[in-house]
């Protein structure tokens, strides 16, 4: 069992940045893979960000390249999501996951939501204009 839990969400003007955390708890950290989604008010949760085990590999959905970052410390059991130049269509709900064992060579199957095992509870990220 894995246990996640999202911080660092809030409100923020357009133009701004937030980072999230990810705490995991329950089993090795550094054995899992790990990703950021995003759900927004009326539509289906979408993919952010994966992260390797080691960092090795990092995919990014096209509406977050050159603007978000990700990254984990396995010492900490933490994964980060920094964002930068947040705008009004940023706002929803961010989810952590994680996937027992590694991740996927594949964005299409990174993308998935079936591609991972566990899910945190979500942080809210709003977004002004």
């Known amino acids: 069992q894995v246990q996640l839990v999202e911080s660092g969400g809030g409100l923020v003007q357009a133009g701004g940045s937030l980072r999230l955390s990810c705490t995991a708890s329950?089993?090795?950290?550094?054995?899992?893979?790990m990703g950021w989604f995003r759900q927004a008010p009326g539509k289906d949760r979408d993919f952010v960000a994966a992260i390797s085990r080691n960092s090795g590999r990092i995919y990014y959905a096209d509406s977050v390249k050159g603007r978000f970052t990700i990254s984990r410390d396995n010492a900490k059991n933490t994964m980060y999501l920094q964002m930068n130049i947040l705008k009004p269509e940023d706002t929803a709900i961010y989810y952590c996951?994680?996937?027992?064992?590694?991740?996927?060579?594949?964005?299409?199957?990174?993308?998935?939501?079936?591609?991972?095992?566990?899910w945190g509870q979500g942080t809210q990220v709003t977004v002004s204009s």
């Open positions: 329950g089993r090795t950290f550094s054995s899992n893979a």
């Open positions: 996951a994680a996937r027992v064992g590694g991740l996927s060579s594949y964005l299409t199957t990174v993308g998935r939501e079936s591609h991972y095992d566990y």
